[in-house]
C-alpha cells in the first residue's frame, strides 16, 4: 500500500498476491489507471508532481513513470526497495546481494553504493542529522538489524535484536522510523507476534509496545504490518494481521495503539480477510490509513474518527471460480460470480470490470470448498445472490454487496445444490443435502419443508422442470444403472427406470452421470453423459429423446462429459457445457441442433454455466470468465 499523486490529484496504490498493482482516487477508491503487472509496490516522487511506482514480478523491478506510462528503470530479481531522504531529496535505496544503492529516481543517478548486504527490508531515518539506514533479513530463529550511518558508510554498533524470526517474516511494512522530538524511533514487528519500539540515539534495550499471547497467539492471531502516524497530538501504531484462525467466523481488525506506551487504542473494522498491507498518510489535513487485505478490498480510514471513509474498492484478484449466475442491478446485467474460497463477486456484464465490493462467505477448512452452490433472485425488487456453503445458506444484497440472511442447516451440514422455486407467488429456496431436501420461504427465512425420499444411491442431481424443484438419484458404478427421480413439493416419486447403453459392447452404468434435468422442447428430459457420448433421455421412461451425440475429443485416450450443473435453456435451445478430460479443456455445444456454438477453450479447470435473456456465462483459462452472446 502506498499513497502517491496522479495528474495532481491524490491516489492510493496496491498490489495483490495475483500479479496487479492498482490505482484508486482518494477518498472515492475508484479506478484511476489501467493496471499494472506486479506483486508489489513502492510509491517515489519523480519531481514536477509527477509519480512514480517500483513494480516487483517475476521479472525482477521496474520504476515507472504514472504520468507516460514508461519504464524508466529495471532491476534484477530478489530486490528490496525503501524510500528515504538522502542528501537532501528523497531517494530510492535498492538493496540486491552484497550491497545498498542509492538512487535518485528523479534522474536515475545513482547517488552512492553501500557496503550493506542481505537487506531484505529497510527503513531510513535521521540521526544527529545524518542520514542513517535500518537493514534486517536472514533465516535464523534470532535476526539482527543493522543501522548504518550513511555517510561515514560504517555500521553503529546497537543491539537490535528480532526474537522468533523466520526469513518470511521480512515484510516491507515492518520496519518504520520515525523522528520525534528530534530522536529516531524505530518500530519493528517480528515473529508477527510482537512489535518491539527502540530510541535510535542511544543504546538500550527495546520496548515491547505489543505482544499476541494466550489464546489470541493460540487461534493464530498476529501483526503483519505497521504504520506510525501522529493523530490530533497523539503518536499512534496501526497494526494488522491475522487476529482469529481460518476456521472462525469473527471479523479481522486492523488495532490501533499509544505508539509510545503500547495502550490498546480500538480497532478498525470491515476487513472480512487477514491485514496484509498499511499506509499512512495525510489526506486534505486528516490523518489517514489506508489498509490492504486478503479478502482483496483496499479501505480508506479516519484516523481521528476512526470511521471508514466510503466503501471498500471493487474486489480485487480471481480464485477459482466454481459457480456463475446473472442478475439485473440498478437496471444494468451482472454477472455474480462464486469462488473457491467462499467469494463471491459481481461484475458489469457490458465492460467485464468489477463492481461493488466482494462477499465472503464461510472459509473453507482443508478438505472443503467455499461455497457449493450460487443462483440468483429478486425478492421484492432486491437483487440478491443466494448460495450454498457449509452449514447452510447465505444471502447477499447485490446492490450493497452486504450480507442480509442466513439459511442454517442443522450439524453444519453441507449444501449440496439448490434451486429457487415460487410456490403460491412466494420466492423459495430449495436445497440437498446429501439425500435430504430442504425447502425455506426466502422472505421470511423460515424452514417450510424437509423431505427425506429414502435415497440410497451415491450420486444426485437437484434440478427444476418446468419450474418444479426434481430430484434425481442414481449409482454411477450400478450395472444396469438405474434413475429414480421425485417430485419434491409433491413429495412422491415421479419416475424410476433403467439406463439402457446405446453401444451393445457397453455395459449399462458404465461412466453414467448426470448433469441436470430440464425440458427438451416439450419434453421432461434428463441429460447425462457416458461412453464419450452426451444423451438426452426421457424423464419419465429413461429412453432417448434424441440419438446420442458423440463429442469427439482430440485422441481416443481422452474422455468427454457433463458435470453437474453445466445445462441450462435459451431461446428454448437445450445448451450443455462438454468437458474434455484430462487435457481440461470446455466447448458449449447445443443439443437442439446438435452442433457446437463456441471454440474449443483450452486449460478450463473448473466448469460454471449461467444464462441470461441473451447470454451463456462459462469459465475461461486464467480464472478468465467467458460470455457468450446468442441469438434467437
Sequence with gaps: MAFGRLKGEPIAISAGEEGTVRFWSLPGLQPVAEPLEGTAATAVDLGG?????????????????????????????ETAYAVGTFRGIEAL????????????????????????????????????????????????SQAELDLWDLTSRRRIDRDLFLDDWEEEDAHPDGLVIRQIAGKPLLWASHGETRVDRWDLSREQDPKTVLRV???????????????????????????????????RSSPNSIDLFDATTGERLGPLRGHDGEITALAAGRLDGRPVLLSGSGDNTVRLWDL?????????????????????????????????????RGVVRTWDASTGRLTGAPM????????????????????????????????????????????????????????DRLVLV?????????????????????????????????????????????GRAVFAAWDPGQRPGKVRIWDVAGRRRLSSFTVVSPEEDVPPGMDFSIAGLGLFGCAPAVFASGQKIVRVLDARTGRDLAP???????????????????????????????????????????LTAREPLSPRIRGVKDHALATGAHVVVTNGPGERVHLWRLTP
Design 304 to 340: 481521528s474518527s476512526r470511521r471508514q471513509i466510503g466503501g471498500p474498492t471493487p474486489g480485487g484478484p480471481v480464485d477459482g471460480v466454481q459457480f456463475a449466475a446473472v442478475a439485473q442491478v440498478g437496471g444494468e446485467p451482472v454477472v455474480v460470480t462464486g469462488e473457491e
Design 213 to 247: 499471547e494466550g489464546d489470541a497467539r493460540r487461534e493464530g492471531g498476529s501483526y503483519r504490518s505497521i504504520a506510525v502516524t501522529d493523530v490530533d497530538g497523539r503518536l499512534t501504531l496501526a497494526a494488522g494481521g491475522s487476529r482469529r484462525d481460518e476456521h
Design 422 to 466: 415460487q410456490r403460491d407467488g412466494q420466492p423459495l429456496v430449495t436445497a440437498s443435502s446429501g439425500n435430504v431436501l430442504y425447502t425455506w420461504d426466502l422472505r421470511t427465512r423460515r424452514l417450510i419443508d424437509t423431505f427425506d425420499p429414502g435415497a440410497k444411491e451415491s450420486a444426485s442431481a437437484l434440478s427444476l422442470i418446468d
Design 548 to 590: 446420442p451425440l458423440r463429442v469427439e475429443p482430440r485422441d481416443e485416450a481422452f474422455s468427454s462429459r457433463l458435470h453437474d450443473g453445466t445445462v441450462t435453456t435459451v431461446h428454448g435451445r437445450s445448451v450443455v457445457l462438454v468437458s474434455f478430460s484430462p487435457d481440461e479443456d470446455s466447448q458449449l455445444w447445443d
Design 93 to 140: 535505496f535498492v538493496s540486491h546481494g552484497s550491497t545498498v544503492r542509492v538512487v535518485d529516481p528523479r534522474t536515475r543517478a545513482l547517488l552512492e553504493t553501500l557496503p550493506i548486504p542481505g537487506a531484505d527490508m529497510m527503513a531510513v531515518g535521521q540521526l544527529d542529522g545524518r542520514p542513517v539506514l535500518v537493514s534486517g533479513g536472514g533465516s535464523y
Design 49 to 77: 508532481g509527477r509519480t512514480g511506482v517500483v513494480t516487483e514480478g517475476t521479472y525482477g523491478g521496474r520504476l515507472w513513470d504514472l504520468t507516460s506510462r514508461r519504464v524508466l528503470m529495471r532491476f534484477p530479481k
Design 360 to 415: 465472503m462467505g464461510r472459509s473453507p477448512q482443508a478438505d472443503q470448498v467455499g461455497l457449493t452452490s450460487l443462483v440468483t433472485a429478486d425478492l421484492g425488487g432486491v437483487p440478491v445472490a443466494v448460495a450454498g456453503e457449509q452449514g447452510g445458506i447465505r444471502i447477499w444484497d447485490l446492490r450493497t454487496s452486504t450480507e442480509v440472511g442466513r439459511l442454517p442447516l442443522r450439524h453444519a451440514q453441507s449444501v
